[in-house]
């Protein structure tokens, strides 16, 4: 629990879920929801920083949360790819251009 970003963590460092616990601002606990929240994908900040894109299984919800030193680095570049391997246009439109 000291690797940075893990005293605030509000996901499993294993599998990377949540729970829909809080309703606008960080840590109010006032979602009436708390449906699983699952990782969807990562998204990288300004200054470089990644940060998980969860979507709520209960009312689809979408927020971005803070990765932590000691997530799990496999699951977060599994993420990180996914769109790449689920392209929105034939890959042979690359070679093309």
Same mark, same amino acid.
Request: net charge neutral; charged share 25%.
């Given at each position: 629990?000291?690797?940075?970003g893990?005293?605030?963590?509000?996901?499993?460092?294993?599998?990377l879920?949540?729970r829909?616990?809080?309703?606008?601002?960080?840590?109010?606990r006032?979602?009436?929801?708390?449906?699983s929240?699952?990782p &969807? @994908?990562?998204?990288?900040?300004?200054?470089?920083?990644?940060? =998980?894109?969860h +979507?709520?299984a209960?009312?689809?919800t979408?927020?971005?949360?803070? &990765? @932590?030193?000691d997530?799990n680095?496999?699951?977060?570049?599994? =993420?990180?790819? +996914?769109?790449?391997e689920?392209?929105p246009?034939?890959p042979?439109?690359? @070679?093309?251009?």
């Amino acid at each position: 629990m000291d690797a940075p970003g893990s005293r605030h963590r509000n996901h499993c460092p294993g599998c990377l879920w949540s729970r829909h616990l809080d309703d606008g601002v960080p840590g109010d606990r006032a979602s009436p929801c708390a449906a699983s929240m699952e990782p &969807i @994908a990562v998204s990288v900040r300004e200054d470089g920083e990644w940060a =998980l894109v969860h +979507r709520c299984a209960g009312c689809a919800t979408v927020r971005l949360n803070r &990765i @932590a030193g000691d997530d799990n680095p496999l699951a977060l570049m599994r =993420l990180a790819r +996914r769109p790449l391997e689920h392209l929105p246009f034939p890959p042979e439109h690359l @070679a093309a251009r």
